[in-house]
């Protein structure tokens, strides 16, 4: 059954939404992973009877939203020396010992 809209005919639903399975393979997520965020309302689904549906654009909206951009999860690991405000390598640190 297709569907007619403003932009002309829509295709059927399996071709443009896709099963709980599929969505969370392509998350590279646990089915159960992908249900906790649907439960917490963070990912759009649709309810056609007892399946669960995804939209893929939906799914790279959550993406988008939740990408850690390299530069912000880098600076966030560097530590600054107080006395010369120079950043402190990662082994420098209290963690890391010449040594031993």
């Not at 099963?19 to 393979?25: I, K, L, N, P």
């Not at 590279?28 to 309302?41: D, E, Y």
């Not at 790279?60 to 006395?83: E, F, I, L, S, Y």
Request: charged content about 30%; hydrophobic content about 35%; glycine content about 4%.
């Amino acid at each position: 059954m297709n569907v007619t809209h403003n932009h002309g005919p829509l295709p059927n639903v399996s071709e443009i939404l896709i099963d709980e399975r599929t969505a969370a393979r392509r998350l590279s997520l646990s089915t159960r992973s992908l249900c906790t965020l649907r439960q917490k309302g963070e990912l759009p689904f649709v309810k056609v009877g007892l399946k669960t549906l995804y939209d893929p654009a939906d799914l790279r909206a959550w993406v988008d939203r939740t990408k850690v951009p390299a530069a912000a999860k880098r600076a966030a690991k560097v530590k600054m020396d107080g006395a010369t405000d120079h950043p402190v390598r990662e082994r420098d640190s209290i963690y890391w010992s010449e040594s031993g």
